[in-house]
């Protein structure tokens, strides 16, 4: 389901009785201002939004102050996406580590052809400029979703992978204040690392 | 924070006067991104030039075991250590992965005589006779831990060989060490004994024996556990081999602490097989690979409703046809199973392949590997300094 603006009077109805899923509409509001819906289930995905709308704070909308319009889309898109798949998607996430057991033993019964579809998904959202890419880490964080957070974190740590250290310092605007005396230490204490 | 959780207070620890840009500010995110990166051995020591932020948070001890757990499944092969008293270490990682000898060295000192027993989870298990002690080595971190063979081992560690083998509980952060030896004392009734140390209670525990079959009426000759190979752990228990007046398979299972005996396949006795390795197989459980010529049979030791065990055979891998080896000129030896993947290592003339059974992929290492019997290093590189 697409994130569309809402109406601006519209509410969220009562509320749900614990354990069933509704298909009950939140707004969420970006820090300028602009409202998308989603639903209860997707919204749920982040912790933060789950806790206020059982705390009952969510009826007239959520404004997230941390989160732009356009960044706020792609979450409510990567939430949207990834609450149809798992149920438990937030219980026990997206450890790399896991990922083999989780394949094997699923509770969500997603064929190898979803589990695909979900992959190509994920990979095409972060495919971002660095900026957007920082921004979706700042967005997932604070509103507490495990899987984008892992994400995204892994698409960075992927891109500094292979890069020399002076590229990684530019792409991320890091000063090096290393003194050339600490620099030429660290650098000699693994020298077999640096192929520089 | 811990494996798992969210991380927390993310505002308190911004630096706004940094010109960094975005989660880069905060420490709990950039850590977030840091573990993620591979666990190849130059991903920590390179991240960490960066600048010095960086280098203090991958320096934190903290970080190490978060960066080792969240990377446990899959630790590359760093190289191996070469089974004779120096232990030294022949790297198998192309650079910039490729650790210099140098930086894997255990340092002897006087009046010790070390024998490599075993790597696991990255850990090796040295025994030092002369001391009558083991030792613990890490050698990503260079701990070490020293610990004193508990007397009812150490009687009999004096008379024939000891074996053993370490791993690491799933956290991490904790060892065992479980050392076996055979009692030949009475004649009539030969057993094997275990003995099991825990880094986390700092204590051995009791020690557990079971009674050995014997074998060919031989009188004097007695049964010892053979350090030929390295222990093998499968599933919950260690799996060593018997030989001597009895020659079979003992096995120690993790969570009963209990010890037993296993026998081997008749045919592999009767035809003088001892070109033999145990193995995890596949689909779990026991198994054995046995040797011939340029051809690898793996056997699985399988369990009926009544009960009753038997050995049945499963593949045939003709490794001289996989490898393209010329079998008239070339002669193989063969190591392993080992590891995680069941990686078995071929050497010929200097050549080492890894072999990886299930899949039959296989990849010849880089570099030239001298006739010795080898124990890999797989672990994760979580170290900044040296």
Redesign the interface.
Same mark, same amino acid.
């Given at each position: 389901m697409a994130a569309t603006p809402a109406d601006a009077s519209s509410s969220s109805s009562e509320a749900v009785v614990g354990g069933e899923k509704s298909n009950k509409m939140i707004t969420l509001i970006s820090s300028d201002g602009e409202s998308f819906e989603a639903t209860e289930e997707a919204a749920k995905m982040s912790?933060t939004i789950k806790h206020m709308i059982e705390d009952g704070c969510a009826d007239d909308g959520i404004p997230l102050p941390n989160v732009p319009a356009k960044i706020l889309s792609m979450v409510i898109e990567y939430c949207n996406k990834h609450a149809a798949d798992a149920d438990d998607t937030n219980k026990?996430v997206a450890?790399?580590?896991?990922a083999?057991e989780d394949d094997d033993n699923n509770n969500n019964n997603a064929s190898a052809g979803e589990k695909e579809d979900l992959k190509s998904f994920d990979a095409s959202l972060v495919a971002v400029d660095?900026?957007t890419l920082?921004?979706i880490?700042?967005a997932a #964080?604070f509103l507490?979703i495990?899987g984008l957070?892992?994400l995204a974190?892994?698409k960075?740590?992927?891109d500094?992978?292979d890069k020399s250290?002076e590229e990684?310092?530019e792409i991320?605007?890091?000063?090096?204040?290393?003194t050339k005396e600490?620099?030429e230490a660290?650098?000699k204490?693994?020298?077999?690392?640096? #192929?520089e | 924070c811990e +494996?798992?959780e969210?991380?927390r207070s !993310?505002r308190r620890r911004r630096h706004p006067c940094?010109?960094?840009?975005?989660? =880069?500010n905060?420490d709990? =995110?950039l850590r +977030?991104?840091?573990?993620?990166?591979?666990p190849q051995?130059?991903?920590l020591?390179?991240?960490?030039?960066?600048?010095?932020?960086?280098?203090l948070l991958l320096s934190d001890p903290g970080f190490s075991r978060r960066f080792r757990?969240?990377?446990?499944?899959?630790p590359p092969l760093l190289g191996f250590f070469v089974r004779n008293e120096g232990l030294p270490f022949l790297p198998s990682l192309d650079?910039?992965?490729?650790? !210099?000898p140098g930086?894997f060295s255990l340092q002897r000192g006087d009046g010790d005589r070390f024998k490599s027993l075993g790597c696991r989870h990255g850990l090796i298990l040295v025994s030092n006779k002369p001391k009558n002690q083991i030792l613990v080595w890490d050698p990503v971190t260079g701990d070490q831990h020293r610990l004193d063979i508990p007397p009812v081992v150490a009687i009999h560690a004096k008379k024939t060989t000891i074996n053993g083998a370490v791993l690491r509980a799933d956290d991490a952060r904790h060892f065992q060490v479980v050392l076996t030896v055979a009692d030949n004392d009475d004649k009539q009734h030969r057993r094997a004994l275990a003995c099991v140390y825990s880094s986390e209670t700092g204590a051995w525990g009791e020690l557990v024996s079971t009674q050995l079959p014997s074998g060919v009426p031989m009188s004097n000759a007695g049964t010892f556990v053979s350090t030929y190979k390295p222990a093998v752990l499968i599933g919950d228990s260690l799996y060593w081999r018997l030989g001597g007046n009895f020659t079979g398979i003992l096995e120690f299972d993790l969570e009963k602490q209990s010890l037993a005996v296993i026998w081997l396949p008749v045919h592999i006795l009767e035809e003088g097989h001892y070109l033999f390795s145990i193995m995890r197989a596949e689909g779990g459980g026991l198994g054995l690979l046995l040797q011939t010529d340029f051809s690898i049979e793996l056997w699985k030791r399988k369990t009926d409703c009544d009960g009753v065990a038997s050995w049945g055979l499963g593949r045939t891998i003709e490794l001289d046809k996989l490898l393209s080896l010329n079998s008239e000129e070339n002669e193989i030896m063969i190591q392993g199973p080992m590891g995680e993947n069941n990686v078995v290592f071929v050497w010929t003339h200097h050549i080492l392949f890894t072999v990886h059974l299930e899949s039959l992929q296989f990849n010849k290492l880089p570099g030239a590997y001298p006739l010795f019997y080898y124990h890999p290093l797989e672990s994760v590189y979580a170290a900044?300094?040296?």
């Open positions: 912790v026990h450890d790399p580590a896991d083999d660095q900026a920082f921004d880490i700042l #964080n507490s495990k957070l892992d974190c892994q960075v740590a992927d500094i992978k250290v990684v310092r991320f605007k890091i000063e090096n204040d290393f600490e620099e660290v650098r204490e693994n020298a077999w690392a640096f #192929n | +494996e798992g969210m991380p !993310s940094s010109t960094a840009v975005g989660p =880069l905060d709990d =995110l +977030e991104i840091l573990l993620r990166l591979p051995p130059s991903s020591p390179r991240a960490s030039a960066v600048c010095r932020r960086w280098r757990i969240h990377h446990r499944r899959n650079a910039p992965d490729r650790v !210099s930086r900044v300094g040296s």
